[in-house]
């Protein structure tokens, strides 16, 4: 059995039309959305609305850790659109999930980042897209979890939860062969940027179920450049799958 693996798509179509090839199955751990790209900022829905020049700044507040400035910028550029600002985000952001949807091989796996809109989803789905959040899916013989989203963080993202709702969802899907996720577990090394050069959000109920069920593997994104791209936690291999966007290359799992 051999399936691939992909997260932080953000955008990356022509790629994404590629990631099953030689797979039985695709699974995807969200952040399907390019919303902000740091590195094209003529590229994704903010420089569709405001154009990449306002892009180019809105990026430097937020790498300056600037975010109430970012926040108070944002909402200036909101109140020059013409017509409701919320509606033309989430026609963009439809727009983009048309494309990505469209773009998906199947069978697909998936569940949700932290930059994604998940009440959008159903409406861009195809057969044999399976979207699972707090579930399990039989694959090839074994068992896979899927937990998504992300924790509350300073940058303010638009699928983050708190953390008991995130616990949740691990117990809920219990002891698995594979536990997939959006977000690593709470492991510093794991956690650390080192191109952004700071420590993103990690799951300390994730740490646990890990600690507690050994699955063979625990894959995540969200980090892009990490310091660590795969930490071993007793008997399992927690790993990061890699940031699609720039690579274009899932990660081979095999069995």
Same mark, same amino acid.
């Given at each position: 059995?051999? @399936?691939?693996?992909? %997260?932080?798509?953000?955008?990356?179509?022509?790629? &994404?039309?590629?990631?099953?090839?030689?797979?039985?199955?695709?699974?995807?751990?969200?952040?399907? !959305?390019?919303?902000?790209?740091?590195?094209?900022?003529?590229?994704?829905?903010?420089?569709? !609305?405001?154009?990449? $020049?306002?892009?180019?700044?809105?990026?430097? &507040?937020?790498?300056? *850790?600037?975010? $109430?400035?970012?926040?108070?910028? %944002?909402?200036?550029?909101?109140?020059?659109? $013409?017509?409701?600002?919320?509606?033309?985000?989430?026609?963009?952001?439809?727009? *983009?999930?048309?494309?990505?949807?469209?773009?998906?091989?199947? /069978?697909?796996?998936?569940?949700?980042?932290?930059?994604?809109?998940?009440?959008?989803?159903?409406?861009?789905?195809?057969?044999?897209?399976?979207?699972?959040?707090?579930?399990?899916?039989?694959?090839?013989?074994?068992?896979?979890?899927?937990?998504?989203?992300?924790?509350?963080?300073?940058?303010?993202? /638009?699928?983050?939860? $708190?953390?008991?709702?995130?616990?949740?969802?691990?117990?809920?899907?219990?002891?698995?062969?594979?536990?997939?996720?959006?977000?690593? /577990?709470?492991?510093?090394?794991?956690?650390?940027?080192?191109?952004?050069?700071?420590?993103?959000? #990690?799951?300390?109920?994730? !740490?646990?179920?890990?600690?507690?069920?050994?699955?063979?593997?625990?894959?995540?994104?969200?980090?892009? *450049?990490?310091?660590?791209?795969?930490?071993?936690?007793? #008997?399992?291999?927690? @790993?990061?799958?890699?940031?699609?966007?720039? %690579?274009?290359?899932?990660?081979?799992? *095999?069995?």
């Amino acid at each position: 059995m051999r @399936v691939h693996v992909v %997260s932080d798509v953000h955008g990356r179509i022509d790629a &994404l039309r590629r990631a099953g090839d030689g797979a039985d199955a695709l699974i995807c751990l969200g952040d399907l !959305l390019a919303f902000l790209d740091y590195a094209d900022p003529a590229r994704g829905i903010f420089a569709e !609305l405001y154009g990449a $020049d306002a892009a180019r700044e809105f990026i430097a &507040l937020r790498t300056a *850790q600037r975010f $109430d400035e970012a926040r108070a910028m %944002s909402a200036r550029l909101r109140a020059t659109l $013409d017509g409701d600002p919320a509606a033309q985000l989430e026609a963009a952001a439809h727009r *983009q999930y048309a494309e990505l949807f469209a773009a998906m091989p199947t /069978p697909s796996y998936l569940t949700y980042g932290n930059v994604d809109i998940p009440p959008m989803w159903a409406a861009h789905l195809r057969p044999g897209q399976q979207v699972l959040d707090g579930e399990r899916a039989e694959i090839g013989g074994l068992t896979f979890g899927f937990v998504g989203g992300g924790l509350r963080s300073i940058y303010r993202t /638009p699928n983050e939860i $708190d953390d008991d709702t995130y616990a949740a969802k691990v117990e809920a899907v219990g002891a698995v062969d594979v536990l997939c996720a959006h977000i690593p /577990p709470d492991v510093p090394d794991l956690l650390y940027d080192t191109v952004a050069r700071r420590m993103e959000r #990690g799951s300390a109920a994730l !740490l646990a179920a890990v600690h507690r069920t050994q699955p063979r593997y625990l894959l995540f994104g969200h980090v892009h *450049q990490p310091l660590a791209t795969r930490a071993t936690i007793g #008997g399992t291999q927690c @790993v990061n799958v890699g940031h699609f966007r720039a %690579s274009g290359t899932p990660h081979v799992l *095999q069995w």
